[in-house]
């Protein structure tokens, strides 16, 4: 029962809680529904690419370029609506574009074997950059009315965002896929150890592969969620997101080396940031500030796991021990073997 209470999502809902009531407590409005439907809309696409985030994250991977892929979408959209198409024949075009620009990080880091921190690195700078040479740094506005309310309007009689329901649907089926599928247990499986799951029958390279596809896909939706919003695109839409993103998940308790994590703590860690964020732009908390925030949040994350461990290790050092290092598998002796099975040439005899 111990265990339970102190487990890291327990102590983000206590936290979740304790943020919302201070919130209501100290600033006037923080309760009030138009409000709660702008926390939740602010974060949004943070929670799309956190989502994106969690299973690669979970393999023990990184992706530092879903906020540029989102940049990138989001220009593109501009262009072909500027171009006169039609918005229906736009959606599908940039989720292609987004699956594209994921494969592109895929093949890097899996049919090259090479870094996934350098790779996406490397691409969260080419996609910001193409999206500049797509659209330049100007602006596309005038989007279709009958569109922008699914990201902007909420639903009728409550303050819930219909962005939000999109949310609430890819976090549910993340949830059923990660925790309920043998994909799910897969991906623990890689993080814990990559050439043990290959031994054990897993697709790594596959399943690595279209981790990567679904996370562009996922900041493609991102991106039209972002670009009906603020009925603009823009190249440097989302600038800077991706470090939120990894924040959240990371704060969620998902572990930076793979192998731990659930999506009820990233959701936990997102609610979070969002009521921390609101808070203090109710109160006139300049952007940098939030950002020092954001960095602490991001340090604090990854340091916690690590002092965990370093306490669970100086209370209990022999199961400590014993969990570091597996018992040692002894090599049966070749003479004692073939004394107890026979030589080959007695077998053929």
Not at 221 to 243: C, F, K, P, Q
Not at 311 to 333: C, G, I, N, S, Y
Request: with cysteine; net charge neutral.
């Amino acid at each position: 029962m111990r265990e339970k209470i102190l487990r890291w999502e327990s102590i983000l809902l206590l936290l979740v809680v304790a943020v919302f009531a201070w919130g209501w407590q100290s600033t006037p409005g923080f309760a009030e529904a138009d409000n709660l439907s702008f926390l939740l809309l602010d974060y949004t696409e943070v929670a799309l690419l956190a989502l994106a985030l969690l299973p690669i994250i979970l393999t023990g991977q990184i992706d530092l370029s879903v906020a540029s892929i989102l940049g990138f979408c989001s220009a593109l959209t501009g262009v072909l609506w500027n171009a006169g198409m039609a918005f229906e024949t736009i959606v599908p075009l940039v989720l292609l574009a987004g699956a594209v620009l994921g494969s592109l990080n895929a093949a890097l880091i899996v049919r090259f074997g090479l870094p996934a921190l350098a790779v996406t690195i490397g691409t969260l700078g080419l996609y910001r950059g193409l999206a500049y040479i797509v659209l330049g740094d100007g602006a596309v506005t005038g989007f279709p009315d009958s569109y922008r309310p699914f990201a902007t309007d909420t639903v009728a009689g409550s303050f819930l965002p219909y962005a939000t329901l999109l949310v609430l649907v890819v976090a549910a089926l993340a949830a059923v896929v990660v925790h309920h599928t043998p994909i799910g247990r897969s991906l623990y499986a890689i993080g814990l150890g990559e050439q043990t799951a290959r031994f054990s029958g897993i697709r790594v390279d596959r399943l690595k592969f279209t981790l990567y596809i679904v996370s562009g896909v996922l900041c493609a939706i991102a991106s039209l969620v972002y670009t009906l919003r603020y009925n603009s695109a823009r190249a440097d839409n989302a600038y800077g997101m991706e470090l939120i993103a990894v924040a959240a998940v990371l704060l969620g308790g998902v572990s930076i080396f793979g192998g731990r994590g659930t999506v009820v703590g990233v959701g936990s860690a997102l609610l979070l940031m969002a009521g921390l964020r609101n808070v203090l732009f109710l109160n006139d908390v300049t952007n940098e500030i939030q950002n020092v925030i954001n960095g602490l949040l991001l340090i604090i994350s990854v340091l916690v796991p690590v002092v965990a461990g370093l306490l669970r290790r100086r209370r209990h050092p022999v199961a400590a021990a014993a969990t570091e290092q597996p018992p040692q598998q002894t090599l049966p002796d070749p003479v004692a073997a073939s004394t107890a099975h026979g030589s080959p040439e007695e077998d053929q005899r």
